[in-house]
Structure formats: C-alpha cells, structure tokens
Nanobody, 114 residues
Framework: QVQLVESGGGLVQPGGSLRLTCSAS????????MGWYRQATGNQRESVAN???????GYADSVKGRFTISRDNAKNTVYLQMNSLKPEDTAVYYC????????WGQGTQVTVSS
C-alpha cells in the first residue's frame, strides 16, 4: 500500500521548536521533489520548504533561517526542523511527494501560542 504519514505537530510557545516527520513508502519517497506545505485557517495552502532528490533545498522567505528541511534516504523520511516559531506559523502542515499525480499526507497541526 502507498503510505505517506506525518507526525510531530503540537502546541508550542513562541520561540520554541518542533520537528515534523514525514514517513513515506519507498516508491513515494523516491520522487523528484518532496515538500512541506502549510495552511492556516482562512488562508490558502502555501509552500514552506522543498527538497529535491539530490538534496537541493528551497524555502519560503517567511521561514528562511528558521526552518530546515532534510531527508534520510535510508529511512524514507523527510523532516522539517522548525525553530524560533512565531504565532503566524500556526497552521496545518502537510507533506507532499510529487510522484505521479502528487501525494499528500493527512496533515499535522502546529499551534504556536501568542
């Protein structure tokens, strides 16, 4: 079965840190691009960070210097390390693989209290 499962969300205070994990099946993980998106209540879903098969990363301006995306090929896993969290980072965070039509995780809630 195809699997793409997220975990690691939670409630943190401003300035805190979280690490999100996206565990994927081998076939889904071995994609050109893996990425993290987020969608805050009332807002459109936006790209946060992405990483290519070769490890090249890209970030939204709003998270540069605070978030780090990485991948562990041995574990078929993508991570999003989030530091210096701000209330405006509050959103549901989604993992995506662009394999085929694209696959989305179920989303994990990140709440940064103000």
């Amino acid at each position: 079965q195809v699997q793409l499962v997220e975990s690691g969300g939670g409630l943190v205070q401003p300035g805190g840190s979280l690490r999100l994990t996206c565990s994927a099946s081998r076939s889904i993980f071995d994609s050109y691009l893996m990425g993290w998106y987020r969608q805050a209540t009332g807002n459109q879903r936006e790209s946060v960070a992405n990483i290519t098969r070769g490890g090249i990363t890209g970030y939204a301006d709003s998270v540069k210097g605070r978030f780090t995306i990485s991948r562990d090929n041995a574990k078929n896993t993508v991570y999003l390390q989030m530091n210096s969290l701000k209330p405006e980072d509050t959103a549901v965070y989604y993992c995506r693989s662009n394999t085929g039509p694209g696959y989305w995780g179920q989303g994990t809630q990140v709440t940064v209290s103000s």
